[in-house]
């Protein structure tokens, strides 16, 4: 039997990013991981989908215009030569992960853990076992796409975002069921190549629980690059055999009534599920909520109090940024310091335009009986991103009416993900407009967005027309 301080199962955003802070912090660090480390999004998720969309825009843009005087001729996508540099570029990004595993003490484990007890857990390895008794665990083992009834995922029809990410060829026609980030962001990507595109969402809206005015721009967007967006619907049964080649028809129920569509490939994208599925939680008696996800509290601690859980399998939203953040609340909690608070999480989508958000909605801040104000600033408006050319979108600002506390913001438009991060900090100290406001950004750039926005809120823009104060 082996003995370690943390036994860490999952090697993705949470579980690599918290043993590599305990072995920082002077601990003796056992790391196990069934497949490669970086996990879901490093391999199959955040990363990937993020290359291939960069090489989808730099193609459209090329292909539309890339500036006044400055064109771009017979530009192609060569899959197969995409494909080989995105492989590259994951092989090294989980290599690398592991040479700073090992770099900070961090023993890496290749196998599959279940927990035979609350301080021992069984490791099997190819066809070898042994047992690890440990001090502490740290569970992150992340979560899986969720199935949808009748369309049960097969590899190369109905695809989970790992296959869609691998297609050799842009398919003719593609179904994307489900009109969340993911969703959208392998929609998009594909639109862009060519695939005549169908997003069936059941809600009312694309990427529910974000501002509508926002959503808007983007659905606009994908109407322009062709894209049929169908919400409040629900894709019922395919029937088989009955498209072109490999194509099969789709029936979807819309609030017109049936609809069928050809699809080359589906993409299931309806939601992710906890992977617990052979963990041993009840031998180690950690208890999950309804819906399977470990039970936590504020520190990451589980109902065992030496054992921890990060990331997607504590619970949504499932994003690698809160996963990390998690993990190192947990990782300080382990070591015996106070852990501080997760904060505002931020979300991005990748989309054309990028959305991204962080805090809360105007609608979420006036359901609590909060008296708001608003400032929304076009990018239109904005000198950098009309030398950019990428002009849709817009920033929105919520604010307390007395105070001025930033409450959240929203934003659509060029590098919309990059620059949340600012509005994450003014979230997260719980900054005023005139905070914003009154700090000099450089001109031009794109981050006078927000600037503007915080001054539309009090009816001091600059370059917008507004009331005068």
């Known amino acids: 039997m082996r003995e370690t301080d943390i036994l860490v199962v999952g090697a993705g955003p949470a579980g690599y990013v918290g043993a590599i802070k305990l072995g920082r912090l002077g601990k003796r660090v056992a790391l196990v991981e069934g497949n490669k480390l970086g996990g879901e999004c490093l391999n199959y998720g955040c990363i990937p989908s993020k290359a291939l969309i960069n090489a989808s ?147 009312p809206q694309l990427l529910p629980g974000m501002e509508s005015d926002l959503v808007a721009v983007i659905s606009k967007s994908l109407q322009r690059l062709g894209v049929e ?123 054309d335009p990028e959305a991204a958000s962080v805090g809360e909605t105007e609608a979420a801040a006036k359901s609590r009986g909060v008296e708001v104000l608003v400032g929304k600033f076009p990018f239109a408006a904005c000198g950098r991103a009309q030398t950019m050319r990428e002009t849709e979108g817009f920033v929105k600002v919520v604010a307390e009416k007395i105070g001025h506390r930033i409450l959240g913001v929203s934003m659509v438009g060029p590098h919309a993900s990059e620059l949340i991060s600012e509005a994450c900090l003014a979230v997260k100290l719980k900054a005023t407009l005139e905070d914003v406001s009154r700090t000099i950004h450089p001109h031009p750039t794109l981050p006078e967005a927000f600037m503007e926005a915080c001054e539309a809120a009090i009816g001091q823009a600059i370059h917008i027309l507004g009331p005068k104060s």
């Open 229 to 351: 967006v169908l919400v409040s619907s629900k894709a019922k049964r395919a029937l088989p055999g009955s498209g072109q080649g490999e194509a099969r028809q789709v029936v979807i129920e819309t609030p017109e009534g049936e609809k069928t569509i050809e699809a080359g490939r589906v993409i299931v994208s309806v939601g992710r599920v906890p992977c617990t599925q052979g963990l041993g939680l009840d031998a180690a008696g950690v208890k999950t909520d309804a819906k399977g996800h470990i039970v936590v509290d504020k520190s990451m601690r589980t109902s065992v109090p030496h054992i921890y859980a990060s990331g997607d399998i504590a619970g949504p939203p499932y994003l690698a940024h809160k996963a990390s953040a998690e993990a190192m609340i947990a990782a300080a909690a382990i070591a015996g310091a106070a852990p501080h608070d997760l904060g505002p999480v931020p979300m991005a989508v990748f989309t």
């Open 57 to 203: 825009w730099l193609a459209h843009r090329a292909a539309k215009g890339l500036q006044p005087g400055v064109t771009a001729e017979s530009v192609k996508v060569d899959m197969g030569r995409l494909q080989g540099w995105k492989s590259g570029l994951l092989a090294a990004l989980s290599k690398n992960i592991g040479t700073l595993a090992k770099a900070n003490g961090v023993e890496v484990v290749s196998g599959t853990a279940t927990f035979t007890s609350a301080n021992e857990a069984r490791i099997v390895s190819g066809g070898s076992e042994e047992t690890i008794r440990f001090t502490s665990a740290l569970i992150a083992t992340g979560t899986r796409p969720a199935a949808l009834p009748g369309f049960d995922f097969d590899g190369t029809w109905r695809l989970t975002n790992r296959e869609a990410l691998d297609l050799p060829e842009a398919p003719a026609s593609l179904l994307v069921i489900g009109g969340g980030a993911i969703g959208l962001e392998l929609g998009t990507f594909y639109a862009k190549l060519g695939s005549k595109v169908t997003v069936v969402e059941f809600m």
